[in-house]
Nanobody, 119 residues
């Protein structure tokens, strides 16, 4: 089992910055993918950014150039630096981890942290 805890959300004005953290604990495989998703009211959950254990990164077009995902494997922690925030970035942000092994995938979610960007 894996436990994910997000922190760092809050209220910020448009143009401001926030840094989200996701601390993972439990049985974390050496091969895993981590990512940030978000869900705005009335919308489906969408991928914001992903970072597999090899350190490569992938971003949604809407956040490219503004958000930076990173991870510290020694601390089992993932981060999302969010700059130049826009009102449309308002959502609950969820941490995701997928353990990969023996052809199987085990998916875990955090409880979410609210990010609100005022105009």
């Amino acid at each position: 089992q894996v436990h994910l805890v997000e922190s760092g959300g809050g209220l910020v004005q448009a143009g401001g910055s926030l840094r989200l953290s996701c601390a993972a604990s439990g049985r974390i495989f050496s091969s895993n993918d981590m990512g940030w998703y978000r869900q705005a009211p009335g919308k489906q959950r969408e991928l914001v950014a992903a970072i597999p254990s090899d350190g490569s990164t992938n971003y949604a077009d809407s956040v490219k150039g503004r958000f930076t995902i990173s991870r510290d494997n020694a601390k089992n922690t993932m981060y999302l630096q969010m700059n130049s925030l826009k009102p449309e970035d308002t959502a609950v942000y969820y941490c995701n981890l997928v353990n990969r092994g023996a052809g199987l995938r085990y998916t875990y979610w955090g409880q979410g942290t609210q990010v609100t960007v005022s105009s």
